[in-house]
């Protein structure tokens, strides 16, 4: 199993400076990819702007949105060929995560409905993939730049329902679990693999899970600060979630060990602070 860690984004105060720091370092660390997180009431960093810092500043690394939500890029066009531009300039390092969202202040504020999304979400899907493969939209042809991997950047969904594994079957090359223990990855896994074989596709899909992390002095109050405030909206499930941080290398590694016997293919884990400290500590941890 690979193990990838997250570009704070998300974490309040992050300085472009330390993102980009944040990147470089985990380059070098040998981590394998570098992921962030979406969301859009919230003082976070774009994804695709924060991946395109990230790409100036790396030359190994994949680039993992996990997940963009999709359906508040309403201007699908437009958001092929942002991908695109990311995946070619970084040589066909970008891995678009995607997913519906699920927080009602995010479609408020761009003027949208959840009603329907997974519909929009699919034709969005199908539409990227044509304009990648070159279809011809006007007097110049193609929206380009062509993306370094023939017919576009690798797509993995994200989700937890049938609904979403069955999309995950017909459209994706992977599914990426957001958030949860080792045995509801093996559970949704399986799901995942059972309409993966329905649908007569070839091979396996790429399995990945998220779990935040902080370590080193201070993790504990680190996780709980930021995750409280994050998953703010959920009231007392914020907790659990912060509960669940891995706040010690023995944690972290135990997380490894499980999510590994579970099938998973990646683990990034996502920071809940974003000291440079802590692309070395996860480094040793997992080492």
């Known amino acids: 199993m690979e193990v990838g860690i997250g570009l704070p984004n998300t974490v309040p ?15 070098q660390a040998g981590f394998s990819a570098l992921a962030t997180i979406g969301r ?16 100036a500043v790396t030359s190994r690394i994949r680039l993992t949105t996990a997940v963009l939500l999709a ?16 995946d070619r300039l970084s040589g066909g390092r970008l891995v678009l995560g995607l997913g519906l969202g699920g927080r009602e202040d995010d479609f408020t504020a761009s003027g949208l409905t959840t009603a329907g999304r997974g519909r929009r979400f699919e034709e969005q899907v199908a539409e990227m993939k044509r304009i990648w493969s070159g279809d011809e939209r006007g007097h110049a042809g193609a929206i380009g730049p062509a993306p370094a991997r023939p017919g576009g950047p690798e797509i993995i969904l994200g989700g937890g329902t049938e609904a979403s594994f069955r ?15 080792p045995e509801m990855f093996a559970q949704g896994a399986a799901a995942v693999d059972n309409q993966w074989q329905e649908a007569g596709r070839p091979g396996k899909p790429r399995k990945l899970s998220l779990a935040y992390f902080a370590l080193g002095p201070g993790a504990r109050a680190h996780a709980d600060s930021y995750l409280h405030d994050y998953y703010g909206w959920l009231g007392e499930f914020a907790g659990q979630i912060a509960a669940g941080a891995a706040v010690s290398a023995d944690m972290v590694r135990g997380y490894v060990a499980a999510f590994a016997e579970a099938g998973c293919d990646e683990l990034i884990f996502v920071p809940t602070t974003s000291g440079l400290d802590q692309v070395a500590l996860l480094a040793e941890a997992v080492a």
């Open 13 to 27: 105060g992050t300085e472009g400076s330390a993102l980009t720091e944040w990147a470089s370092q985990a380059d």
């Open 167 to 181: 999309r995950v079957a017909r459209l994706g090359d992977g599914w990426m679990m957001g958030g949860g223990t």
């Open 40 to 55: 859009l009431v919230y003082p976070n960093y774009e994804e695709l702007v924060a991946l395109a810092a990230a790409a």
């Open 71 to 86: 359906p508040l890029y309403t201007n699908t066009a437009l958001l092929a060929k942002q991908a695109a531009s990311i």
